[in-house]
């Protein structure tokens, strides 16, 4: 009955070879499972579905197509209960893909089906009802599988949750990324009982219809504000997603249409809760990208049943060339080079084979996604192709791959960890002197990658002797530095790189290279009055208007933001400006001014300015004087910011020191 039904509905695509079934039907069968299959033919109702999807190209295309398809045996059955339930959603694309979506998401972890149901069937409604926010009815199935698998608490987007949600926070699309602040940040309930401990919540359980209503009315830190963002904007039709950052509200929101954007994050070391591929920031843009134009993943996919055919058939020739074809035309899914590796492994291809896939993936991805290159290389790739091969080879291939970048790509991400791996593969001082000059060379140059590269060298070879006086003269060299010793060379490094590690966000190399730094000049010797609270700016970034004019000194920037006391000096130009990037969020209560002395009118006139991501700013002060050491009481109102920016009108500014005094907000 099975085979019966499998022939009756096959359609030979164009391009594929005669006789051949279709294999849009055919991958249907092979993941819902025999039995699953079994069970459906055994019923009228279930025969009925089978011809639904099997007769709709479009439908077996979004299920197979919009990113992996994980425990299909759950998947299938799921989706059969809601066609069942609700056959209108037949009657609709934005129905049937957001069915789809459920289902999938059933397939990637453990969820109660009613609950999964109750989301489809409310969703259903409420874009019907014309509640939800208009782009939903643009999203692909890719996109809502996202609000489909909901948040890593379940019950922060149950039915109830999404109802109450939508009703309450009703804004446009790109102020979503905001909206965790509709809860209070509070450490401490009503009874004392602190948010870090199981009585935080306990005694409002019942009072409300929601977690998520019960966290806007009780109030919460990081974790619960982040979800009350993200489900916020779920419930309105919106993707979104919760991210694992330690001691930060961190969330991501689809904020335009495809584009995503992290809301309230500080680190590039945040690790995503829901993702189609691997839980980073770069993966996530990547394989947006892939399934942006659903015509262009569905043609590849095309292609990939085709191979997986052909090999079958045992035309492995042929295979591999379908192979190429799907990552040709969809060269930004990195499933599909998964895929062809796995093919590659099953047919033992020789070496030559995997250095052509090598330099397809880099053509490929690179320079825009340098992340996923990597990935794809030292985890799929690399282990055969580098096979029993010597140093020599293993440190060429790695130079290669450093030669095809040019900066960090959409975000900063582990590149330290690409650098460990040929680190590990050097035996002996000569070998790892080779690869730290390779290192030099090729990216020493790079204003974003070079000052990464050079703080994690340093750590390598601190325990080393010979190795570090080996290093530190090649990067005297490198970098154009007069005189001898570490001091010329920390000074010339620091004046290089602190400037580009504020400009990149780079917080950990800004405070690593300016605290080592910090050495070669006095502290400060002028007591401030400190404001309430912790000095907030400690640990942070100085960005200024041109940085390293002839007046400015960059190597003495990490200073101004420590008690310690350091130096900058802005260029001149219509509105010089300088801004602090914070370490963490936090409510400011006041700002310490420490200026050089003489011509005080360059202090006079200064505005102070927050934001919280670096792109909408709030005037909040401004110096009426010209005094060397001025107070801004900013308690009153104690702003919440993450940048600090200053500007001037129409001349340049200097300071020994930018303190900023406030309560951690996240």
């Known amino acids: 009955m099975m085979k019966q039904i499998l022939l009756a509905f096959s359609i030979p695509f164009a391009t594929f070879a005669y006789g051949q079934p279709n294999l849009l039907v055919s991958e249907l069968h092979t993941v819902a499972g025999d039995e699953t299959i079994a069970s459906l033919v055994g019923s009228t109702e279930g025969e009925a579905f089978l011809h639904s999807i099997e007769s709709n190209n479009q439908w077996m295309h979004e299920l197979l197509d919009s990113g992996p398809v994980e425990r299909g045996e759950i998947v299938i059955p799921f989706l059969y209960s809601l066609w069942k339930e609700a056959p209108t959603l037949m009657e609709s694309d934005a129905h049937r893909s957001m069915a789809t979506a459920c289902a999938l998401a059933m397939g990637m972890r453990d969820l109660d089906a009613e609950w999964m149901t109750d989301r489809y069937l409310w969703y259903r409604d409420s874009w019907d009802e014309g509640i939800l926010n208009i782009g939903y009815g643009d999203l692909n199935t890719y996109e809502r599988r996202f609000i489909a698998r909901g948040l890593q608490r379940p019950s922060w987007t149950t039915a109830n949750a999404l109802a109450h949600l939508n009703e309450r926070v009703c804004i446009p699309r790109s102020q979503y990324a905001k909206a965790a602040w509709r809860s209070p940040y509070r450490g401490y309930n009503a009874f004392g009982d602190t948010v870090q401990g199981p009585m935080y919540y306990m005694p409002f359980k019942e009072l409300w219809g929601s977690d998520a209503e019960m966290a806007i009315e009780v109030g919460g830190v990081c974790g619960s504000l982040s979800h009350v963002g993200a489900a916020a904007a779920i419930a309105a039709g919106i993707p979104a997603l919760t991210m694992g950052e330690p001691g930060h509200c961190a969330y991501a929101v689809q904020t335009k249409p495809h584009v995503w954007q992290p809301a309230y994050s500080l680190s590039w070391k945040r690790s995503l809760h829901t993702t189609m591929t691997r839980p980073t920031w770069p993966s996530l843009e990547l394989s947006q990208i892939a399934h942006l134009d659903e015509a262009t993943s569905f043609e590849a996919g095309d292609y990939r049943r085709e191979a997986e055919w052909y090999e079958s058939q045992g035309e492995i020739q042929q295979a591999n060339s379908a192979w190429q074809h799907a990552y040709r035309v969809n060269p930004y899914d990195e499933a599909l080079f998964k895929g062809y590796v796995q093919f590659g492994k099953r047919n033992k291809m020789p070496r030559s084979w995997w250095e052509s896939l090598s330099s397809d993936i880099q053509k490929s991805l690179l320079p825009e996604h340098p992340e996923p290159a990597w990935h794809l290389l030292q985890t799929d790739v690399f282990p055969s192709l580098l096979k029993d091969t010597n140093m020599k080879k293993r440190l060429r291939v790695f130079q290669t791959y450093l030669s095809n970048l040019d900066g960090w790509g959409p975000v900063r991400w582990n590149i330290e960890g690409a650098f460990d791996w040929a680190w590990k593969g050097k035996k002996g001082e000569v070998s790892r002197k080779a690869l730290l000059d390779m290192l030099l060379t090729s990216l020493v140059d790079d204003p974003k990658l070079g000052p990464a590269m050079v703080v994690w060298a340093m750590e390598k070879v601190k325990d080393d002797e010979a190795l570090a006086v080996a290093f530190e003269s090649s990067l005297l060299e490198q970098v154009g530095g007069e005189g001898e010793g570490r001091a010329a060379i920390l000074s010339q490094l620091a004046r290089n790189m602190l400037p580009a590690a504020a400009e990149e966000h780079d917080l950990e190399t800004f405070q690593r290279i300016g605290k080592k730094a910090s050495t070669l000049y006095a502290p400060r010797d002028v007591a401030v009055e400190p404001f309430a609270g912790e000095l907030l700016s400690s640990g ?112 340049c500014m200097h300071y020994h020191r930018i303190l900023i005094y406030g309560e951690p907000a996240s």
Request: hydrophobic share 30%; glycine share 14%.
């Open 540 to 651: 942070g970034a100085l960005r200024i208007f041109n940085p390293g004019n002839r007046w400015d000194s960059p190597d003495k920037h990490w200073g101004v933001l420590e008690e310690h006391g350091g130096w900058f000096h802005t260029d001149n130009g219509d509105l010089p400006w300088f801004e602090v990037e914070l370490p963490k969020f936090g409510n400011l209560t006041g700002v310490v001014l420490d200026s050089r002395s003489g011509q005080p009118g360059r202090a006079k006139g200064v505005r102070v300015l927050v934001s919280e991501d670096g792109q909408e700013w709030k005037q909040v002060g401004e110096t009426k004087t010209g005094k060397t050491m001025q107070r801004i009481d900013l308690s009153a109102t104690s702003p919440r910011a993450r940048f600090v920016r200053f500007e001037r009108d129409g001349s």
